[in-house]
């Protein structure tokens, strides 16, 4: 028969008092009887006092003093600070003017090294497109960037200015960059027609955008693009683009000097 212990907690003093007890002194229940029969029977015996919660409660303080303890030689010892700063995914941009802009000085305790504003100063460099600063412990820091890339140029100010697909001005150069110019007067990265041209260049498979010199847009439903021998092609807006790539490809072996492939199964030349 299985047994269940209670705690009885009395007024004047505290027992644990099991079943077994009470089958020592019968089935629990009082009765009037001999008196002599009552003195006979055993006086219930004295538990010891109830200490094992004490105990949990000093265990669990001591676990929360240990562990704050802990936290704060971790957040103020030397043993825990930066010691090596890497980057990594840069080409153009000079890993040491990565971690300068990162401003995380080696010696500072890992920490206390806050990572999102380190993030976003070296996201400010122009040339950054993204950038992920993690603690790598115990003592470095992880800076791993991903850079624009230019899919196309416009001339301003006599040097040529670098856009990426999504628009952004991110660099400028004396000499001609090997992607397409824009014929855009005035692109921008909040301009529809320019996000479809930058678009569509983006997305030409290798073999067709070297032959691409120049690309524009009127709206975004009007894309047109000059190649090297001075051909023209009318490509419409910036969906289907595989689509078009093909249909392009095989139609410049024929003569023509403009190819209209806005509609894919349609093309036309002249």
Known sequence: MSRTTSIYEPDSDDAYVDDADLDEYGDGDLHDGDPDERERRPRPRRGRRPVRGARKLLGTIAAIVLVIAAGVVAYTTPLM????????????????????????????????????????????????????????????????????????????????????????????????????????????????????????????????????????????ADVRMTLRDRRTVVWGDADRTADKARTLMYLLPRDGTQFNVSSPEYPTFR
Do not use: C, N, W
């Open 81 to 220: 600070s930066v010691r090596s700063i890497s980057v990594s995914g840069e080409s153009a941009v000079d890993p040491a003017s990565i971690v300068a802009a990162s401003r995380i000085a080696l010696g500072t305790p890992l920490l206390q090294v806050d990572t999102r504003p380190a993030a976003q100063r070296i996201a400010a460099i122009p040339r950054i497109k993204s950038v992920r600063v993690t603690r790598s412990y115990p003592s470095g820091i992880d800076i791993d960037v991903v850079e624009r890339v230019a899919v196309a140029f416009v001339i301003r100010d006599g040097a040529s200015h670098l856009l990426d697909v999504g628009g952004v001005d991110f660099a400028s150069q004396k000499q001609l960059p090997p992607v397409p110019r824009m014929t855009i007067a005035d692109p921008s990265s909040s301009d529809r027609a320019t996000l479809a041209a930058l678009k569509v260049v983006s997305e030409l498979p290798d073999v067709l955008r070297r032959q691409v010199i120049e690309i524009g847009a009127s709206s975004p």
